[in-house]
């Protein structure tokens, strides 16, 4: 199979979910800032007979910002591969599996050759360009001609619950010669309450929309008021990263967050995420509370 066009690149479980399926707010802070997102390029992917292993590589253009913005006018080159297996999947019900998997990215800067790693904790509000959340961990522009990113993930489904994490580093030279190593992972568990279980597709190897049991709804009949609930998930998470490496000091993050989502139909929900967010920076020790909700509705 053959994709071309302005698309996610191969890399990472969590940066390939859609934003739409994702049981909390914001991917966590070390995928935000480490992994590529989207840009232009050509990419070639493929599963086995017995749907247990994927392949995906492309030839992509290097100039997003983990937003996805464009934030440079000449282009660099990024080659990306990502490659998993499924050593067991419950054939029966579906509502088991194991899977593992890895990814690499060889990234070569063009213009200025200039990159900044900048996270904030793991909720992101922005409008335009004169409003954002403030990145807690941030390394200033960088001089580097080219680096290295790689992952390894996991992901584990027994029925209702799930189990989830991944471990990425990013290395390379700044121009000056001094070399640099970045680092973090996150785990995440989630539980779905009302029964249902997370959606696997075999041959891309990432999640899909849950479908609930039951959408939330209210009737009057004869017999009186009946109530459907909808679906109900819970969650947690804690991830870490660390932009430190010699005399570069862009901090240590780590957080832990809690969601509660209320599915009440296909894709559409209320989502609330507490997150406490720990953060070591120029050796100053500090913390944040943040509480955030989402209405969302796709069609």
Not at 75 to 94: F, M
Not at 191 to 218: C, D, I, M, Q
Request: proline share 2%; with cysteine; net charge negative.
């Amino acid at each position: 199979n053959l994709r071309a066009g302005h698309f996610r690149e191969p890399f990472s479980l969590e940066r390939l979910d859609s934003t739409h399926d994702l049981p909390f707010l914001e991917r966590s802070s070390v995928v935000n800032a480490l992994t590529p997102f989207r840009n232009i390029g050509l990419m070639a992917f493929n599963w086995n007979e017995a749907e247990t292993a994927t392949i995906a590589y492309g030839l992509f253009n290097e100039n997003t910002n983990d937003y996805g913005e464009n934030n440079r006018d000449q282009t660099g080159l990024a080659g990306t591969c990502r490659a998993t297996w499924l050593p067991w999947y419950d054939e029966a019900s579906g509502r088991g599996l194991f899977h593992i998997g890895g990814s690499y990215s060889y990234r070569h800067l063009g213009g200025n050759h200039q990159r900044r790693f900048a996270i904030t904790p793991e909720v992101q509000l922005k409008e335009g360009l004169s409003f954002r959340t403030p990145s807690f961990v941030d390394t200033g522009l960088l001089s580097i001609g080219n680096y290295h990113v790689a992952g390894t993930e996991f992901n584990l489904m027994l029925g209702s619950l799930a189990v989830q994490g991944e471990y990425i580093l990013a290395s390379g030279q700044q121009t000056n010669g001094q070399t640099f190593f970045f680092q973090g992972g996150y785990v995440e568990a989630m539980y779905w309450l009302t029964g249902e279980n997370r959606n696997y597709n075999r041959k891309l190897a990432l999640h899909g929309a849950v479908t609930p049991f039951s959408n939330f709804s209210r009737v009057r009949t004869e017999e009186g008021v009946e109530t459907s609930w909808g679906a109900w998930e819970a969650a947690a998470r804690i991830s870490t990263i660390d932009l430190n490496d010699g005399t570069i000091q862009g901090g240590q993050m780590t957080d832990l967050t809690l969601g509660l989502n209320f599915y009440y139909a296909v894709r559409s929900r209320l989502m609330f995420n507490y997150i406490h967010s720990f953060l070591d920076r120029n050796n100053v020790n500090s913390n944040a509370d943040v509480v955030a909700m989402r209405f969302q509705f796709t069609f």
